[in-house]
């Protein structure tokens, strides 16, 4: 407090004068202090007055419809651009990146700078047999083995950008970002990473083609083993984590990948193979050009899907969508009542319905209401839902309960899509846009970030779509009410982190999301300050699950 009085009494003085609080007199202190809570007082209200014009701005109908206007404006002229020239967008993304990675030159560190000097042996891994390619990699003695697939080449400062990682800790397995080679050898394509993400190494994308290994880590799962020819790196990285080892990642363009030598059914087999060996109740499924792990629920949990509404006609449709597309059938519906203006309206839906009723009067507050249904709720797995929110496949809850009821994890999302088919949530990162953000928003794919469609952790989710057991809820105290309107959601996120547990993104869980239909638009000041002093060391860092290489300004998943 005294510093921050020192800091304002100087901005009143002259440049170039100074203050000397120790010389004044104790009566001057206690004018300073109330002057200094004065304007304290002031500058709050001052910043509620712009809060609140800014809130009706943004809550205005017409503000709405010319943001929607604007967005689908967007969404046209992109796909126009799709459709009448194919490439354009691809060039277009590999001229930025060009211009990019010419901003991004860096020098080699020198070997005088290493107290400690790794030494690495690259191993070529192709379509050699298990046996073969085992014998190469420890032919000699070394304390890294890098791994990569035949076409595939090291950037010319990745050895010491590995060494550099090491000095002052020793991991078992490293990785890093990489690019692809076009045919005339232009570089293209980066796929940025995350920090360790134990359910993103389901997608064979994620460690990719070039994997860095301590020689006893590799000893200690066997090498590589015979029946996993093609996706050799792959199954390899599914079995490190079966052991004690440390994965780590290094925010740098490492490796340039040529011809790829992707094999997805021998990538398939693998992960068959391991969810086989391991007991995981789950199938592999196709996803796009790619696949995925389904999860199975165990039993039949009775699941409780809270809906907060104060508006009859999206009641109506959200309702009738739930019965129409879920297919999970042990369920019930909490509907707490937003009491206003449409009171008959809500009755007229409500009537004859098997959904309970929660009344609710007084002003939005998303944590009480929330918080209000849960009590009332009888599942063991709860599923907090949007009036705006609309399933768009059958197996939506049974995917995402299917999650919940892993013990690790706390929290599971939703990935939410807009209705003209852009990402609006795909998990949430700290750090994005002064607080937190929501990578790929507004984008039809995630921009230079890859990883939006897939099921992966994530800092938080929103809460417009989100699940948890009951236990967790309960243990976390639920939703605080210090934040009705803003960062709830991820508050409660941030809290169950905290306690130990995993938040997931389940990307096959898709709903369209009409967002901000319900609740009011805009932050409030109270909610701003209580999130940044709660979580302030938290949002300065980078986000575990984002990359730095990707801009923190804006959603779209740009280059910084």
Known sequence: MFQEALEILR????????????????????????????????????????????????????????????????????????????????????????????????????????????????????????????????????????????????????????????????????????????????????????????DLIFSPLYLGRFLVVSTGAFRAVGGFREGSKGAYLFDLALRLTEQPVRFHRVPRILMRAGEDCYNPESARHALERFIAEHGIAASVEPVGTGFAIRRKVRGSPLVSIVICSRRAVL????????????????????????????????????????????????????????????????????????DDVRPLCNSWLEVMVAQVQRPEVGVVGALLLYPSGSIQHAGIALGLMGAVGHPGRGTLDGGFWPWTAVTRNVSAVTGACIAFRREVFEELGGFDPHFPVNYNDVDFCLRARQAGYEVILEAAARLCHLESSTRPRGVAWEERELFAERWGPQISRCDPYYSPRLTASSEDCSLA
């Open 11 to 198: 901005a009143d003085n002259a440049p170039g004068e100074t203050v000397d609080l120790e010389a004044r007199k104790p009566a001057h202190r206690e004018q300073d202090g109330a002057e200094l809570v004065r304007r304290i007082d002031r500058l709050v209200a001052n910043q509620r007055e712009m809060d609140a014009r800014l809130w009706a701005l943004e809550d205005s109908r017409v503000f709405r419809i010319l943001q929607r206007i604007g967005h689908a404006t967007s969404l046209i002229k992109a796909r126009a651009v799709g459709l009448l020239n194919p490439g354009a967008m691809g060039r277009e993304k590999q001229r930025v990146y060009r211009l990019w990675l010419e901003s991004q030159r860096s020098g080699k560190m020198a070997e005088s700078e290493l107290s400690y000097e790794p030494r690495f042996k690259v191993v070529r891994v192709g379509d050699e047999p298990a046996a073969s390619l085992n014998r190469a990699a420890w032919e000699e003695a070394s304390d890294y083995l890098v791994f990569l697939s035949p076409k595939s080449r090291l950037t010319s400062n990745a050895q010491s950008e590995l060494a550099a990682e090491l000095q002052n800790d020793r991991f078992d397995v490293l990785y890093g970002d990489e690019d692809h080679l076009s045919p005339s050898g232009a570089r293209r394509l980066p796929v940025f990473k995350p920090e360790w993400s134990p």
């Open 315 to 386: 009641l109506k449709k959200c309702l009738d969508a739930l019965e129409r597309t879920t297919a999970y059938p042990h369920r019930e519906t909490i509907v707490v009542e937003h009491v206003a203006e449409e009171k008959n309206k809500l009755d007229r839906v409500l009537s004859g319905s098997s959904c309970t009723r929660v009344p609710y009067s007084g002003r939005f507050d998303f944590s009480t209401m929330n918080n209000l249904g849960v009590k009332a709720a009888r599942g063991e797995v709860i599923v907090l839902l949007n």
